[in-house]
């Protein structure tokens, strides 16, 4: 069953379009956005009559729950930007706040102690909703592990509003996952790269529901 929310993805990087196909997958409309128009309108194509394709603002007006697949260093200016239209908006973030080091990997950019979700929320626009989701896994265990069998992959997920757990758990289920809440946004590092419950930190796989409920 689909949430009868609109929900559109902002951004197409290697996760975005991941998470995109996978909730088509799932038979969740979506509504596609990123910062060349084409690009949107090309991965649409792809995905066929559930997924349509628009600029960001009118993917923000249309959208009630809005996951935002962009660079971690971009969120606050998005986020001041759209302000006004964010009001009243549930707004998933992936995000996670790292760069490319010197050796062909990756660096935290924040404090060691920081996470993306909690400098995220407290510049969250007034009214809106926010769930860290959709960025504990990689890119390529986020499309490989979709609808495993037998049992189902775990995705992470934390937020300080128990309103919108049904929203984030039912968006995960549609995208092939089981859904484990770890907490408020003050858990979030846990499900960040470099955290003890990301596929880049101390767990170091996916995982399953069991798996996961024995590591909380």
């Known amino acids: 069953m689909t949430t009868n929310q609109?929900?559109?993805?902002?951004g197409l990087g290697n996760i975005g379009k991941v998470v995109a196909k996978n909730l088509v997958k799932?038979?969740?409309?979506?509504?596609?956005?990123s910062r060349k128009l084409a690009d949107a309108q090309a991965l649409a194509t792809e995905l066929g009559s559930l997924a349509t394709a628009t600029d960001t603002?009118?993917?923000?007006?249309?959208?009630?729950?809005i996951i935002l697949s962009?660079?971690?260093?971009?969120?606050q200016e998005f986020f001041k930007t759209y302000a006004t239209a964010l009001q009243g908006k549930i707004i998933i973030d992936p995000s996670n706040p790292i760069a490319p080091d010197e050796k062909g990997g990756?660096?935290?950019?924040?404090?060691?102690?920081?996470?993306?979700?909690?400098?995220?929320?407290?510049?969250?626009?007034?009214?809106?909703?926010?769930?860290?989701?959709f960025g504990?896994?990689?890119a390529v265990s986020l499309e490989k592990a979709s609808a495993?069998?037998?049992?189902?992959?775990?995705?992470?997920?934390?937020?300080?509003?128990n309103t919108i757990d049904v929203t984030i758990e039912q968006l995960i289920a549609e995208s092939g996952f089981d859904a484990v809440k770890v907490g408020?946004?003050?858990q979030s590092i846990r499900i960040e790269v470099f955290g003890d419950l990301h596929e880049f930190g101390a767990i170091g796989k996916v995982v399953t529901a069991a798996e996961a409920k024995a590591k909380l």
């Open 6 to 10: 609109k929900v559109a993805i902002i």
């Open 26 to 33: 799932g038979n969740q409309p979506m509504i596609i956005a």
């Open 57 to 65: 603002a009118a993917a923000i007006q249309q959208a009630d729950v």
């Open 70 to 75: 962009v660079w971690f260093s971009t969120i």
């Open 106 to 133: 990756f660096k935290k950019i924040i404090d060691e102690n920081q996470s993306a979700g909690q400098l995220n929320a407290a510049i969250l626009p007034q009214g809106a909703k926010l769930a860290k989701a």
């Open 136 to 138: 504990t896994l990689g």
């Open 148 to 161: 495993q069998t037998p049992e189902k992959a775990v995705l992470f997920y934390a937020t300080d509003d």
């Open 184 to 186: 408020g946004i003050d």
